[in-house]
């Protein structure tokens, strides 16, 4: 079964720092790759997502992450922190059995930004 | 921008009541879902709907749970008999399409306390 692991709970970063979200999956075949983000009182908003083609793929509000099937990871990344980017990430794999689509979520990663 | 809504935002509940929660998706959505996520844990898939049937549904989803789509605009989960371990944020997906890399939005959640 596929998975999805976020190793940690909780970052804190300074406003204008660089940020990297660890995501490692577990699945048998290509994954569909998602990253989503929830601020507090908000539905999770879809940052980017990936199946195929160029490894790196941009999202909205400057984010990016990086596919690397070697290392079995989608980490996500962004240059420089803004305090409204203080939130919870969660990372996602899809399985299409059924034709559902269910999402598969990591923990979830609690950002800080400290101005 | 269309948005995914859900009401209430807040429920208490007593156990042993029904408790029926409501979404209106994207309105020329065609797929829909339930997640939910208890306090400090992960967002779980627990069913997905097309074509008012059930898609995939996971094992948390068991005869307590159904949905329905009543009317073309609304999206309902029905706990029949809550339990003290219903408790938790559910969250209301929609997409326009199936496939592995189709968006799900998310509404804000409901968060459900059950005494």
């Known amino acids: 079964a596929q998975s999805v692991t976020q190793p940690d709970i909780h970052i804190t970063v300074s406003e204008g720092a660089s940020l990297e979200l660890r995501c490692n999956y577990s699945y048998g075949a290509t994954p569909y790759l998602f990253w989503y983000v929830q601020s507090p009182g908000q539905g999770l908003q879809l940052l980017l997502k990936y199946f195929s083609g160029d490894t790196l793929v941009q999202g909205i509000k400057g984010f990016e992450a990086e596919f690397k099937r070697s290392q079995s990871s989608f980490n996500l990344r962004k240059p420089s922190v803004h305090w409204s980017d203080a939130a919870e990430y969660f990372c996602?794999?899809?399985?299409?059995?059924?034709?559902?689509?269910?999402?598969?979520f990591g923990t979830g990663t609690q950002l800080k930004v400290e101005l | 921008e269309p948005e995914v809504t859900q009401t209430p935002s807040h429920q208490v509940t007593q156990m042993g009541q029904e408790v029926i929660l409501r979404c209106v998706p994207i309105s020329n959505h065609l797929y829909f879902y339930w997640y939910r996520q208890i306090l400090g844990q992960k967002v779980e898939f627990l069913v997905s709907?097309?074509?008012?049937?059930?898609?995939?549904k996971s094992e948390i989803f068991d005869d307590q749970f159904s949905v329905e789509r009543p009317d073309g605009s609304n999206f309902t989960l029905k706990i029949r008999s809550t339990k003290l371990e219903d408790s938790a944020m559910y969250f209301c997906a929609s997409s326009l399409h199936t496939g592995g890399l189709e968006t799900q939005y998310f509404g804000p959640g409901t968060r459900l306390l059950v005494l």
């Open positions: 996602a794999v899809v399985s299409g059995a059924g034709g559902g689509n269910k999402l598969t």
């Open positions: 709907f097309y074509n008012n049937e059930i898609s995939e």
